[in-house]
């Protein structure tokens, strides 16, 4: 089996965190670039954060910078995304997704070309 599963979305107060987490089965995460999307109601798909395979490096969309970490643990075969302070504007199914272009995190139709992807956790934000 290969698959990526997100989890740890749920329902959260404005000012709140939550921790998502995406964990790999079937291939070995470390050597992907794992990148963090999501699509709200009504809206199209964006990339949130990313992170590189080889030097670790991390990316954020400016929307969510400050206020999200990305982090990898090679031993658990998982990435996770660290939300703080969220926003309403963060509602939104969270989708994670593995890529293997050394490009991955700087394309900006990186999901359309990942090699893996999960079916996504919901996030709400909500008083």
């Known amino acids: 089996q290969v698959q990526l599963v997100e989890s740890g979305g749920g329902l959260v107060q404005p000012g709140g965190s939550l921790r998502l987490s995406c964990a790999a089965s079937?291939?070995?995460?470390?050597?992907?670039?794992i990148g963090w999307f999501r699509q709200a109601p009504g809206k199209e798909r964006e990339g949130v954060s990313c992170?590189?395979?080889?030097?670790?490096?991390?990316y954020y969309a400016d929307s969510v910078k400050g206020r999200f970490t990305i982090s990898r643990d090679n031993a658990k075969n998982t990435v996770y995304l660290q939300m703080n302070s969220l926003k309403p504007e963060d509602t939104a199914v969270y989708y994670c997704?593995?890529?293997?272009?050394?490009?991955?995190?700087?394309?900006?139709?990186?999901?359309?070309?990942?090699?893996?992807w999960g079916q996504g956790t919901q996030v709400t934000v909500s008083s």
């Open positions: 079937g291939f070995p995460l470390h050597y992907y670039a």
């Open positions: 997704a593995a890529g293997s272009t050394y490009y991955y995190c700087s394309d900006v139709n990186a999901y359309s070309r990942s090699d893996y």
């Open positions: 992170i590189d395979s080889s030097d670790g490096s991390t």
